[in-house]
Nanobody
């Protein structure tokens, strides 16, 4: 079983950048499809970006395409989300998620979750 721990959240100004990290322990992330989700207050948890098990394929929700980049480092057993040109509407709790079988687009597709990290973007 894999354990996921996010870090890197915080407060940023609109137009700024943050990099989120999702460090894994217990198992190699090489065996997992990985994703970042976010959840704003009172809203459902939605997919932001995902990366395939082999790291060769990525996809993004349209709201972040061209601004966010998901990547994975097998040596560090870590997945990243580089967030540039941040907007106030990016404010949310960001969650790292992983699954061995499904490279899905909804939260219920993923079995393993981190605890979340808060990202707040001020205007």
């Amino acid at each position: 079983q894999v354990q996921l721990v996010e870090s890197g959240g915080g407060l940023a100004q609109a137009g700024g950048s943050l990099t989120l990290s999702c460090a894994a322990s217990g198992r190699s992330l090489s065996y997992y499809h990985m994703a970042w989700f976010r959840q704003a207050p009172g809203k459902e948890r939605l997919l932001v970006a995902r990366i395939s098990m082999g790291g060769t394929t990525t996809s993004y929700t349209s709201a972040v395409k061209g601004r966010f980049t998901i990547s994975r480092d097998s040596a560090k057993n870590t997945v990243y989300l580089q967030m540039n040109s941040l907007k106030p509407e990016d404010t949310a709790v960001y969650y790292c998620a992983g699954d061995r079988r499904t490279w899905g687009v909804i939260a219920s597709d993923y079995e393993y979750w981190g605890q979340g990290t808060q990202v707040t973007v001020s205007s």
